[in-house]
């Protein structure tokens, strides 16, 4: 996969290791600008896990292009969304264990919105949605599994692309878009910013 750049250097508003990675696998010129402010825990009641994802993504992407407006801004959130609740990182190694609690046996969804801000307010906001089926974990491998830490950090507490993929017993779309931003998705978004202008707004 290759995605089609844009003919300015992208800047990821994120410090995700992770999507770091993605974006080196796939070629693509970026730099990072970690946002400046603390994401907002008080989104409005009301939201959708899919409109939260985005506006979270959009958080993130407009509060760096403050400082960089004649850049292409690309932010991303992913969450996890299992019986109508919304799963985001977890606070505690407490909280971790009680949210694989919550996983197991389930099927869930892992919701990553991704918003691309540019000059002259280009922007295109969009999501991609993979529904993940976990197996039933055992209190003892949740228990070894928090103690690993590598819950930390992670939505929904579990990393599927490092031991957590233990748990999961199925795939229904993209994998990338679990491991934290939808190369596919972002593709078909980098081709079209690179058209000529024209209402991008979603």
Not at 164 to 176: A, H, K, L, P, Q
């Amino acid at each position: 996969m290759n995605p089609q750049q844009t003919d300015k250097t992208l800047i990821l508003a994120s410090s995700s290791p992770r999507r770091k990675v993605l974006m080196t696998q796939a070629g693509l010129d970026f730099r990072i600008v970690s946002p400046p402010i603390p994401e907002p825990n008080d989104l409005e009641h009301g939201l959708t896990p899919t409109g939260q994802a985005e506006a979270l993504a959009y958080f993130k992407a407009s509060s760096v292009q403050r400082s960089y407006a004649d850049e292409t801004i690309l932010g991303a959130d992913t969450i996890v969304a299992a019986g109508g609740e919304i799963l985001g990182k977890a606070r505690d190694a407490r909280d971790a264990g009680e949210m694989l609690a919550k996983l197991s046996g389930t099927q869930h969804e892992v919701i990553t919105g991704v918003a691309l801000l540019g000059p002259e307010h280009r922007r295109i906001i969009a999501s991609d949605v993979t529904r993940i089926t976990m197996r039933t974990i055992t209190q003892a491998e949740i228990d070894a599994y928090v103690d690993s830490g590598e819950w930390e950090g992670k939505a929904g507490s579990y990393a599927i692309q490092e031991t957590g993929d233990r748990f999961v017993v199925n795939i229904e779309g993209s994998f990338s878009n679990v491991v934290g931003l939808p190369m596919e998705l972002l593709g078909r978004m980098l081709a079209r910013f690179s058209q000529p202008q024209q209402e991008t707004a979603d």
